[in-house]
Nanobody, 115 residues
Framework: QVQLVESGGGWVQPGGSLRLSCAAS????????MEWYRQAPGKERELVAG???????YYTDSVQGRFTITRDNGHKTLYLQMNALKPEDTAVYYC?????????WGKGTLVTVSS
């Protein structure tokens, strides 16, 4: 198993920035795919960004060019740098890891973008 703990959420005005962190209990070298999802009130959970262990990163269209996903293997942490935030980015953000064929989720961190 792998435990995931998200942090870094909070309130920010439109146009602002936040950096989310996802601390993993296992080395990121052993995790095939790490992804960020989000779920807004009344909506389904959606994929935001992903990082493959030996591949490229990918993003949903609505955050392309504004969000950046990075792996810090030394600190066993996945990050999501979010810039130019919009009210529609308001959601609970979740980290997911695919580890030896099984998916593991964190409990999420709330991001609120409003003026």
């Amino acid at each position: 198993q792998v435990q995931l703990v998200e942090s870094g959420g909070g309130w920010v005005q439109p146009g602002g920035s936040l950096r989310l962190s996802c601390a993993a209990s296992e080395s990121l070298f052993s995790i095939d795919i790490m992804e960020w999802y989000r779920q807004a009130p009344g909506k389904e959970r959606e994929l935001v960004a992903g990082s493959k262990r030996y591949g490229s990163n990918y993003y949903t269209d609505s955050v392309q060019g504004r969000f950046t996903i990075t792996r810090d293997n030394g600190h066993k942490t996945l990050y999501l740098q979010m810039n130019a935030l919009k009210p529609e980015d308001t959601a609970v953000y979740y980290c997911k890891a695919r580890y030896y064929g099984a998916d593991y989720w964190g409990k999420g961190t709330l991001v609120t973008v409003s003026s």
